[in-house]
C-alpha cells in the first residue's frame, strides 16, 4: 500500500489535542464501540474515529497509525526523539563483499515459483485482515515456509504465527545464526490485501499490492535454505497481518521487539515490486523518510552490485505509508526499495484489478532480498 498525503484532509482530521494520555479505561471503553485510535501526524495526539471514519480516511489516501492495540505499550517506553533510534544506531554498514557467494545464489532464484506462490494468494477472494480468507492465506503461508524450510532439512528454524486480536495472523521464520547475540537482520513484507470499496467482502487479488513482496521474500527464503545458508548473525523473514488498515501488525510486532530489548541491525520492507509505467524509466525506487540514511547508502550500493536496474530516488512517501515506518517509529534501522518512482507505480492497487505483474521488474526485488540477508548477515 502506498498513497500520499492528502495535507488539507489530514489537517481536518485532527480535532484535537489531548493534554493527558489517554487511560486504560477510555481504551477498553471506546474499543467496545468499535471506535479506533488513529495517529495522523508524528506531532499530533491519537484521535478517535469510528469505522466508516478510518475507512474513507483510506479512500481518501490519508496514512496514519492504528494505534489502538499498541498505545498503552508505547506510553509506557522511555520518550526519546523520534529521529533517533533508541535501541541501536549504526553510522555505517560493510562494503558489499560477498559477491563470489551471492550471485550464484541469485542465479538460482525462479519467477516460476514465484508465479505459483502469488497464483495461491491471488485466489483467495481478498486477505482481508478480519476476513476467513484473510486468515486462510496466511496458513497457506506459514505451511508454505515450514514446507520449505522441511525440505532444507533445517530442523533449526521456527516459522510461527504472530498472534492479534483480529482474526489474520503475521508469520515470522527465524534463522538462527551462529553468533546468536548478534544484532538480527529483518526482511518484511505485507500479506493483507483490501478492496477500498468493499474491503470485508470484496474482490481484492492484491496480486503487486503486496503479493509481489510476499512472494519475493518467500522465494528468496528458499533460495537462501537451498544454497545452504548458515548465517553469522540471526535473520528472520516477516510477512505482516493488517498493514493496509494502519499498520496493525507490524506495529505489534516492531513495539513487542521494542519493549523486549531486541537489537535489530537492518529491516527492509519489500511493499510492491511488479510494475513500472510504460514508457518510463524502469528503476529500484528508494523511500527517501523514516528510514536509516547509512542503511540506505548500504542499499543502494547493493542494488549496483547485484540487479541489472539502477536505483533512484523516490519522493518521501509520507507519514505511516507502509511498514518500514512501524520499526523507525521504534527507533529501528530500515529501508524499503520501491517498485517505481511515485507516479510511475501501479494505479490499480485497492480494486479488484490489481492482477498483473512483471516478473523480470520483481525479479530484481528478490535478488536484492538475497542479497541483504547475506551480506548483512554472514
Not at 493488517?242 to 531486541?262: D, K, P
Request: net charge negative; aromatic share 10%.
Amino acid at each position: 500500500m502506498k498513497f500520499r498525503l492528502s495535507f488539507s484532509f489530514l489537517l481536518a482530521s485532527i480535532i484535537a489535542v489531548r493534554a493527558a494520555p489517554i487511560s486504560h479505561d477510555e481504551i477498553i471503553s471506546k474499543s467496545a464501540q468499535g471506535l479506533r485510535l488513529l495517529s495522523l501526524a508524528e506531532d499530533a495526539d491519537p484521535v478517535w474515529k469510528t469505522g466508516e471514519e478510518k475507512l474513507n480516511l483510506l479512500r481518501a489516501g490519508t496514512k496514519f497509525f492504528d494505534v489502538t492495540e499498541v498505545y498503552e505499550l508505547e506510553q509506557q517506553q522511555p520518550k526519546t526523539d523520534f529521529n533517533v533510534a533508541v535501541t541501536c544506531t549504526f553510522s555505517s554498514y560493510p562494503p558489499v563483499s560477498h559477491q563470489s557467494a551471492v550471485t550464484p545464489i541469485l542465479s538460482t532464484i525462479s519467477t516460476s515459483n514465484m508465479q505459483s506462490y502469488l497464483s495461491q494468494l491471488t485466489a483467495f477472494n481478498n486477505r482481508y485482515y478480519t476476513s476467513t480468507t484473510g486468515a486462510d492465506a496466511s496458513t497457506y503461508i506459514l505451511n508454505t515456509i515450514r514446507g520449505i524450510a522441511s525440505n532444507a532439512g533445517r530442523s533449526d528454524i521456527t516459522v510461527n504465527f504472530f498472534t492479534h486480536s483480529w482474526r489474520q495472523p503475521s508469520i515470522i521464520a527465524k534463522i538462527p545464526g551462529s553468533s546468536p547475540s548478534s544484532p538480527i537482520v529483518i526482511l518484511g513484507a505485507h500479506m493483507d490485501s483490501i478492496n477500498l470499496n468493499s474491503p470485508s467482502t470484496g474482490r481484492a487479488p492484491g496480486a503487486d499490492d503486496d503479493g509481489t513482496g510476499t512472494v519475493n521474500l518467500i522465494e528468496a527464503f528458499r533460495a537462501l535454505l537451498a544454497a545452504g545458508f548458515r548465517p553469522t548473525a540471526p535473520v528472520e523473514f516477516h510477512w505482516y497481518s493488517a498493514e493496509e488498515v494502519g499498520l496493525l501488525g507490524s506495529q505489534a510486532i516492531a513495539t513487542n521487539y521494542r519493549n523486549a530489548g531486541v537489537n535489530v541491525f537492518a529491516f527492509m520492507q519489500l511493499d510492491m515490486s511488479g510494475y513500472f509505467k510504460s514508457g518510463s524509466t524502469e528503476v529500484i525506487a528508494l523511500e527517501a523518510d523514516y528510514i536509516n540514511t547509512s542503511l540506505n547508502t548500504f542499499l543502494k550500493s547493493l542494488i549496483t552490485t547485484y540487479s541489472r536496474l539502477p536505483w533512484a530516488n523516490d519522493i518521501p512517501c509520507g507519514y505511516a505509508c507502509s511498514d518500514h515506518a512501524s520499526w523507525y517509529k521504534q527507533g529501528y534501522p530500515g529501508v524499503m526499495p520501491f517498485e517505481a518512482i511515485t507516479g510511475n507505480d501501479n494505479p490499480n492497487i485497492h480494486t479488484s484489478s490489481d492482477t498483473t505483474v512483471s516478473w523480470s521488474h520483481s525479479l530484481e526485488f528478490a535478488k536484492i532480498a538475497v542479497a541483504f540477508a547475506y551480506e548483512l548477515a554472514i
